[in-house]
């Protein structure tokens, strides 16, 4: 045997250690991916049941409402636990938007009830903050499940006391919202959503 030869038959030998060396790191990283993976799906699917389950709470709360136009529930969420409910309306002992328009028809009163509701009324998601501020509960990096859309006054507060998650069901025909404030969202991964019944 010449030394070329020898040559040879080392590296011969050295790669295919390598290849069975990469064929191993291969499968250990498909078990490793198909087990995150299905990690990943099982928690996909919790959140989807989360977010079911909270809309739907948020659902039962806007029952309470008085108002004539929308009734709107909201629901703050940290560690999957609910922290704050509310629902839109006017002050505590208040007079309520139903009985002020006692016989509302839409296409008659719809201008006349903004104007009312934007003096009197609360909206669902600044009822549930202002229970947080209230009791001194801490909503960074919470989530908020409303009913209907967050109109643009809601979302920047909603921002500004640190929301991260914003869920919504119902589209909001008023609902502006400001391209700043969107980019000021993308930036910082605050997320606006809309979930399908
Ligand atoms: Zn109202
Ligand atoms: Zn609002």
Known sequence: MNN?????IVMDDMNKKT????KKQEKLDKIVMDDMNKKTDAALKKQEKLDKIFMNTADQFATLSHCV?????SVIVKDDRIIATGYNGTPMG????????VEYKPEEYRE?????SNANEIHAEMNALIFCAK?????????????VQPCQ???????????????YKI????????????????KNNIIIEQIKE
């Not at 070329?4 to 040879?8: A, I, L």
């Not at 290849?19 to 990469?22: F, G, I, P, S, T």
């Not at 136009?69 to 529930?73: L, Y």
């Open 112 to 116: 006349a009830h903004t104007e009312w």
């Open 19 to 22: 290849d069975a060396a990469l």
């Open 135 to 147: 009791n001194g509960i801490k909503i960074e990096n919470a989530t908020i499940y409303s009913t």
């Open 94 to 101: 208040m007079v309520n938007c139903d009985q002020i328009f």
């Open 171 to 186: 589209p909001y025909d008023k609902a502006v919202h400001s391209i700043f404030l969107t980019k000021h969202m993308q």
């Open 69 to 73: 136009s929308h009734q709107v529930g």
């Open 153 to 167: 006054h809601c979302l920047k507060n909603l921002i500004q006391v640190g929301i991260k998650r914003i869920v």
């Open 4 to 8: 070329k030869n020898m040559v040879e």
